[in-house]
C-alpha cells in the first residue's frame, strides 16, 4: 500500500509489476492512524500464516512518502522532502519497472549517487552509465530520463527518509 495509489492498488516490493488494482488487496479501504484493514488475497491475508506489516508515516524533518510525475527530461522533477535524504526509494507505478534505491553515503556526491534494486539481487549500477538524481538539502531532483524514475507523464512513489532529523536535532 502506498498513499499516492489508494487502497484500490497495491505494488510489490519483491516484484517488479506495476501497480495491480483489486479489492482483494486492502478492501478498497484507507489506513487510518491506528487500523488498516486487509483484503482476503493469500500472501496478504493467508488463514493460520504468520504476517508482518511494516507501517511508514511521514515525521516532519525525517521521513516523507509521496508521488510525482515523470517529464522525460534529463531536467526532471524536483520533489520536496523538508530535508536532506540520506535514502531514497522510488518505484514507477504505471509499467513493469524495478524499486530504485539510492543513498547519500556510499558514494561521493549527487552524480555519484549509484543505486541498488530492491526487487534484485544485483550488484550495484553505477550512476555514470544510469544518471539517476541529485541529493539536494531540501528534497530531490531527478536526472536523466529512464523509465524507471523519469518516464513522460507517469507516475512514481517514493519513500525519503533524512540524513540528520531536523526535527530531533539538538545544537552543541
Not at 524536483?78 to 534505491?101: C, D, L, Q, S
Not at 558514494?107 to 549509484?114: H, I, L, P, R, S
Not at 539481487?121 to 524514475?149: C, M, Q, W
Request: glycine letters at 6%; a negative charge.
Amino acid at each position: 500500500y502506498h498513499s499516492a495509489l489508494e487502497a484500490t492498488k497495491a505494488v510489490f516490493l519483491s516484484t517488479t509489476d506495476s501497480a495491480a488494482t483489486s479489492s482483494v488487496y486492502f478492501n478498497n479501504t484507507e489506513p487510518t492512524s491506528s487500523v488498516f484493514s486487509l483484503g482476503t488475497r493469500a500472501g496478504i491475508n493467508q488463514n493460520s500464516d504468520p504476517m508482518i506489516a511494516y507501517c511508514f508515516s511521514a515525521v516532519e524533518g525525517f521521513s516523507a512518502f509521496g508521488s510525482y510525475t515523470g517529464n522525460g527530461s534529463a531536467d526532471g522533477p524536483f520533489v520536496y522532502t523538508g530535508f536532506r535524504p540520506a535514502f531514497i526509494m522510488i518505484k514507477n507505478t504505471n509499467r513493469a519497472e524495478h524499486w530504485y534505491m539510492m543513498d547519500a553515503n556510499r558514494d561521493g556526491f549527487n552524480d555519484d549517487n549509484d543505486f541498488v534494486l530492491a526487487d534484485s539481487d544485483d550488484s550495484e549500477y553505477s550512476a555514470a552509465t544510469y544518471p539517476t538524481l541529485d541529493i539536494l538539502s531540501n528534497g530531490f531532483k531527478i536526472r536523466g530520463t529512464h523509465v524507471g524514475r523519469n518516464a513522460s507523464s507517469e507516475d512514481f512513489i517514493y519513500a525519503a527518509f533524512a540524513s540528520h532529523s531536523f526535527k530531533t536535532a539538538r545544537a552543541r
